[in-house]
């Protein structure tokens, strides 16, 4: 069986549980499916959607890109030098370890409660794992790729260009997917926290106001549009890596 095969039959699996649960059990904790997909036309068709797409997408955006144009280049400085590792190592540990909703106060202190610190709060989230999982990509590159390159005259850019790159594009790609995920939990963090606006601001009143069809809903479509750019960050990799067989 094919695996987009199994991935439509466990989604169609999912939804029957979900249907089932929902309509034996308690409906507030888990409405019934068919009930939230009503509610998601209604949001949709009211387009309440569409204007919190607009809001969140403008911090998401601008923030992610924001990570993979510093991310990427600074891994591979420190995956190239040990010694710039070594001096920014336990920075990029403590970014790593310190929980990002931390940095609010400093950030609504800079920038106060607009868009510029839902960005940062965005590139903060995906920047780190983009950053260290470029250097582990420079890491992994064979030596004998290097020494091929040098005995062929090969200078530093070079060697930057035509070998390091493409040899830790892999690994980049995977970081820049993991970082895809955690911007769009920096989006949502950011926007429930900081600034009650776009997908956050649906989910705090549906929240507060127990409706559950319409919570789920929400929660519905921040996954479908995390699945949509994870989608669309995978495209690009086979598009920049072609010799790699899709699996």
Same mark, same amino acid.
């Given at each position: 069986?094919?695996?987009?095969?199994?991935?439509?039959?466990?989604?169609?699996?999912?939804?029957?549980?979900?249907?089932?649960?929902?309509?034996?059990?308690?409906?507030?904790?888990?409405?019934?499916?068919?009930?939230?997909?009503?509610?998601?036309? &209604? $949001?949709?068709?009211?387009?309440? @959607?569409?204007? %919190? *797409?607009?809001?969140?997408?403008?911090?998401?955006? =601008? +923030?992610?890109?924001?990570?993979?144009?510093?991310?990427?280049?600074?891994?591979?400085?420190?995956?190239?030098?040990?010694?710039?590792?070594?001096?920014?190592?336990?920075?990029?540990?403590?970014?790593?370890?310190?929980?990002?909703?931390?940095?609010?106060?400093?950030?609504?202190?800079?920038?106060?409660?607009?868009?510029?610190?839902?960005?940062?709060?965005?590139?903060?989230?995906?920047?780190?794992?983009?950053?260290?999982?470029?250097?582990?990509?420079?890491?992994?590159?064979?030596?004998?790729?290097?020494?091929?390159?040098?005995?062929?005259?090969?200078?530093?850019? &070079? $060697?930057?260009?035509?070998?390091? @790159?493409?040899? %830790? *594009?892999?690994?980049?790609?995977?970081?820049?997917? =993991? +970082?895809?995920?955690?911007?769009?939990?920096?989006?949502?963090?950011?926007?429930?926290?900081?600034?009650?606006?776009?997908?956050?601001?649906?989910?705090?009143?549906?929240?507060?106001?127990?409706?559950?069809?319409?919570?789920?809903?929400?929660?519905?479509?921040?996954?479908?549009?995390?699945?949509?750019?994870?989608?669309?960050?995978?495209?690009?990799?086979?598009?920049?890596?072609?010799?790699?067989?899709?699996?």
């Amino acid at each position: 069986m094919k695996a987009g095969t199994l991935r439509v039959l466990s989604l169609i699996v999912l939804g029957l549980v979900w249907e089932v649960v929902g309509r034996t059990q308690n409906p507030h904790l888990l409405p019934p499916l068919s009930r939230v997909l009503t509610t998601w036309i &209604e $949001l949709l068709l009211s387009g309440q @959607l569409f204007q %919190a *797409l607009g809001v969140s997408l403008q911090a998401l955006v =601008l +923030g992610f890109l924001l990570s993979v144009v510093f991310g990427v280049p600074l891994g591979l400085l420190m995956g190239r030098y040990r010694r710039l590792e070594s001096f920014l190592n336990i920075y990029m540990t403590a970014l790593l370890t310190v929980p990002m909703i931390s940095f609010i106060p400093f950030l609504v202190i800079a920038f106060g409660l607009g868009l510029h610190s839902r960005v940062w709060i965005v590139f903060l989230f995906a920047f780190v794992i983009i950053a260290i999982n470029t250097t582990a990509g420079v890491r992994n590159v064979e030596p004998s790729y290097m020494e091929m390159a040098r005995s062929f005259g090969a200078r530093e850019g &070079e $060697l930057f260009v035509k070998v390091v @790159l493409p040899a %830790a *594009l892999p690994m980049i790609m995977a970081g820049i997917r =993991l +970082g895809m995920g955690r911007a769009v939990l920096g989006m949502v963090t950011s926007e429930m926290i900081l600034a009650v606006v776009g997908f956050g601001a649906m989910l705090m009143t549906f929240g507060a106001s127990f409706n559950s069809p319409a919570l789920f809903a929400t929660l519905l479509t921040i996954i479908l549009l995390a699945v949509a750019l994870l989608a669309l960050v995978q495209y690009v990799d086979r598009r920049l890596s072609p010799w790699r067989t899709a699996s």
